[in-house]
């Protein structure tokens, strides 16, 4: 089964948007920012300003931090814990992605979740070293 496209800033933005029923121009007010710059980031022409993504996660109360890894601005602490540590980041970024593909079958890999899961707790210990 073929894994679905993640989803990039733009799309999410113009998703949170439409959820919250605002026209690309009342949330550009909103936001005080310019809608033709919004229009750009939804379709992908333009990359959000780390202010500009403070701004979305604030107003409709999102996490920061996913908003910056969606346009793709990895957050240095992140990026110092997969230099330090790039054996144990990579094995637990695989079984995290296990895990995630057994979820898209409907539940039924259950058993095959939790076990995984037991896999990725053990892993985890390298993100606490001192």
Known sequence: ??????????????????????????????????YT????????H???SERLIEKVAAFFDYDKEELMVRAGKI???VLRI??????????????????NSHFSHGGTQFGAILSA??????RVSFFSRN
């Open 1 to 34: 089964m073929e894994k679905p496209e993640r989803e990039d800033f733009g799309s999410f933005l113009r998703g949170l948007r439409q959820h919250k029923r605002y026209s690309l121009k009342s949330l550009a007010n909103e936001m005080n920012v310019d």
């Open 37 to 44: 710059y919004l229009s750009k980031l939804e379709n992908g």
């Open 46 to 48: 333009s990359t959000p």
């Open 75 to 77: 957050p240095e602490d």
């Open 82 to 99: 997969i230099s330090d540590n790039p054996k144990e980041a990579i094995q637990f970024l695989s079984v995290r992605s296990e895990i």
């Open 117 to 122: 899961q037991k896999q990725t707790y053990a």
